[in-house]
């Protein structure tokens, strides 16, 4: 399978990932929510639990909303984002680990590792939206860790960013 083949086969099974990005994007706000109304190791909790819970929804609600479901077997850019996923892993870690002396660091370290990893989905969807949308939530929690912003609001923001993002591809891929 060639590049732009196995891309495009990746667009077609993931709504061209848009549906992950809106999940990604509530459990964020979720977390952000639970940070605000209990406190941050249940909105840490939320968020590690509720992104455990992203593919199978987005598959899921692919599946359902848009009539579509996993790329064809052995499609290398389904096992670039699968590998992909051990940064994030080693990165939630890392946030964890650090929060245990800067608690409010978590949210704005989880959104740099996201960040980072939307960077890797141009290369597995093909589409240079995904440098934007890293990029975004990279600056996000740069400054938030530069300026000390709280966590809940990072969770917000890193969520509402993703949420309109996926907005932007979900919504034409509707019609």
Same mark, same amino acid.
């Given at each position: =399978?060639?590049? !732009?083949?196995? #891309?495009?086969?990746?667009? !077609?099974?993931?709504?061209? /990932?848009?549906?992950?990005?809106?999940?990604?994007?509530?459990?964020?706000?979720?977390?952000?929510?639970?940070?605000?109304?209990?406190?941050? *190791? *249940? /909105?840490?909790?939320?968020?590690? *639990?509720?992104? =455990?819970?992203?593919?199978?929804? %987005?598959? @899921?609600?692919? !599946?359902?909303?848009?009539? !579509?479901?996993?790329?064809?077997?052995?499609?290398? =850019?389904?096992?670039?984002?699968? #590998? %992909?996923?051990? @940064?994030?892993?080693? /990165?939630?870690?890392?946030?964890?680990?650090?929060?245990?002396?800067?608690?409010?660091?978590?949210?704005?370290?989880?959104?740099?590792v996201v960040g980072a990893r939307y960077l890797v989905f141009q290369t597995v969807y093909g589409m240079s939206f995904y440098l934007v949308l890293g990029m975004g939530l990279i600056a996000i929690a740069t400054v938030a $860790?530069?300026?000390?912003?709280?966590?809940? *609001?990072?969770? @917000?923001? /890193?969520?509402?960013?993703?949420?309109?993002? %996926?907005? @932007?591809? $979900?919504?034409?891929?509707?019609?």
């Amino acid at each position: =399978m060639h590049l !732009r083949e196995a #891309q495009r086969d990746m667009r !077609r099974a993931y709504v061209n /990932g848009g549906v992950g990005i809106f999940v990604s994007g509530l459990v964020w706000v979720i977390a952000g929510a639970v940070t605000l109304y209990a406190n941050l *190791f *249940f /909105g840490m909790a939320a968020l590690f *639990f509720g992104g =455990m819970l992203i593919h199978p929804l %987005s598959l @899921f609600i692919a !599946r359902r909303a848009f009539y !579509r479901g996993r790329a064809r077997s052995l499609n290398p =850019m389904a096992i670039l984002a699968l #590998q %992909s996923t051990a @940064f994030l892993i080693i /990165g939630l870690a890392i946030a964890y680990l650090v929060s245990g002396t800067y608690g409010d660091w978590f949210f704005a370290i989880a959104l740099l590792v996201v960040g980072a990893r939307y960077l890797v989905f141009q290369t597995v969807y093909g589409m240079s939206f995904y440098l934007v949308l890293g990029m975004g939530l990279i600056a996000i929690a740069t400054v938030a $860790l530069w300026m000390g912003i709280t966590p809940a *609001f990072v969770a @917000f923001a /890193g969520g509402t960013i993703e949420l309109l993002c %996926s907005a @932007f591809i $979900l919504v034409p891929a509707k019609r």
